[in-house]
């Protein structure tokens, strides 16, 4: 439809495709400011697609606040498809979300998106004092958010209501506004271009066409970054300029572009139907009436299915029109007594029906109805004329107080540089200085700060070794030893044999001396070799148990060196050597869901008793200990040792030793130093 109406309604969507670019830590916020700027074509191109990945989304987001911008997001989606219910509770669930939280910059951010749908939604109704109060309130709260990045738009929306309103002057001055926001914001001109088109709009109103043109060949520079609405809000207003000049072939070269473009796309139904209006009054105008029939009936199933008051006020403008020109004055009454009657309606619309109808009267030969239509058409028109003058008096007035304002600033700036400029000298040398003496003092800090690290770790690193040594001197003879002074004893039938398995006993005693950790296998060979060399003094009813996951790989898992070994020499010399009847030894190593190893060594001697003539030294468990402790030292995972006496079956008692080793335990010993 050719008139600001139609402009002002696509313009006042331009806040929906805004740029939200935030700097603040990565949080569910900016995941969600991330997926909007990713669908932020796809609203006017694809709005059904937004509305899936959007209720996605959703249902994976826990932050309350961010929940409900995707719930504004859906709202813009549905705004897009036409669907006013669905986008109206949407805003309601918004609103009511907001109501029962305490003020924060990020719940005025939400108000301010909720209150800006809502004016877009009363301006598609023709509610636009309701919009003007709607916008006026999100610009309040987005001043009070942190989104300062979108004040630009929604200030092109207030502008745009004020346009509608007839009151052109606040139009452009928030138009302008506008452009002030986003000088603020340092946006590039590319994106300007909604500020552009409005003002062209204001100016177009107003009649003033040669300024109308200079706005729209701004806002045409950037045609190629427009989205798909925003060509269509372009295209419309510059058919309607040459539609009000009354170019009407120019009107409908932009008209048509604007229907071929909208048909692309799929939910850009309002658009296509809203074209196809423009080309039915200009067809009219230009006296083609069976292409002003032919559009006209295209396009108005499809408002009176949205029930859009405004649409059809205009619709049913054209259609009297159209039975006037076809001559059937009973079809133009008809439609006369069956118009809309809206409670608002904008001075252009006005403008078109009062001129239509007063074509009306003439045909019917009521001449004094005809001739207060007229009347009523030189008002309108005279007010324009008034608000033309009021408006360049007030960019006269602007234009002065500007220019005024920047002269003193330049004068007060050109002082002051004067005055910091001999400030700014002395201070670049004292700079200078104090900058070379900090740059020293933090180098001899640093370099001090180096050196004694490197004391202290070489120092630690002696010290630790030194440590490791004089456990591994201790732990040596301890093995050797018992075995060798058992076999000096005996000289059985075995005996050759024994002192190979104890030459092999000693040989792997010194290799295993050199590591503080070894492999399962290397160490389950190492108790093995030793259990043989016991085996003897311990007697037939001696009996090793030992099961090992199959998942474990023997010859890959590493635990420090002795961890078995220790634990079984203890529970075979202090538990089973002196007790009679069966003596069991169990060993089981398994592994845990959590992807450690439990190795547990079980005997049935007994149990741990502290006071017992058989308690040995401890000197082997004070070697596991001080070994897993500074293995631990490096590990936010530490290995566990536990010893326990527990129940066994034939009401027995039992020593068990465990040890957990972690899944990923950094056994680098230099590291830990």
Known sequence: ?????????????????????????????????????????????????????????????????????????????????????????????????????????????????????????????????????????????????????????????????????????????????????????????????????GLAQVYMELRDFELCDYYYDMAAQWYSEMMPYEKCIYLNNRGNSYYFRKDYPHALEMFRKELAFARSYPDMAFEVHLSEMNLGETFLLMNQTDSAAFYLAKCEDFFRSIGNISALYYLDTQLIELALKQNNLALARKRLAEAVKPDYVEPNMLHIRNRYLQHYYEETGDYKKAYYYQRENQRIDDSTRNERIKMRTAEIDLKYRQDTTLMKQKIFIQQKENEVLGLHQRMYVWMSVCFLILILAVFIYLYNKKQRHLFRMRSQHMINTLRMENIRNRVSPHFIFNVLSREINSHSNGYSENMRQLVKLMRRNLELTEHLCVTLDEELDFVHTYIDLERKSMGDTFALSLHVDKTIDLTREILPSMMIQIPVENAIKHALREKQGKKNLWIDIRREPTGAICIKIRDNGGGYKANSHNRGTGTGMKVILQTVQMLNNNNKKHIDISINNVPLEEGETGCEFVVILPQGYDYNFLKAV
């Open 1 to 197: 439809m050719p008139i600001g109406f139609w402009s002002v309604i696509l313009g006042a969507m331009c806040v929906i495709s805004c740029g939200e670019k935030q700097k603040r830590s990565f949080n569910a916020f900016d995941t969600y400011l991330q997926f909007y700027q990713e669908v932020n074509d796809s609203l006017s191109k694809n709005p059904r697609y937004v509305c899936a990945e959007a209720q996605k989304r959703m249902t994976a987001t826990t932050d309350s606040t961010t929940y409900y911008h995707y719930v504004m997001l859906l709202a813009k989606a549905y705004m897009f498809r036409s669907d006013m219910d669905s986008a109206a509770v949407c805003m309601n669930q918004a609103e009511a979300y907001c109501h029962r939280n305490a003020p924060t910059p990020q719940i005025s951010d939400l108000y301010a998106d909720i209150y800006n749908m809502r004016g877009n939604v009363l301006a598609r109704q023709a509610l636009v004092d309701s919009a003007v109060i709607c916008f006026s309130k999100a610009l309040n709260y987005r001043l009070n958010g942190d989104r300062k990045e979108v004040l630009p738009d929604i200030s092109i929306n207030l502008a745009d209501a004020y346009v509608r309103t007839g009151q052109y002057d606040k139009g452009a001055l928030w138009y302008r506004k506008s452009l002030s926001f986003f000088d603020s914001l340092g946006t590039p001109e590319a994106k300007r271009f909604p500020a552009y088109y």
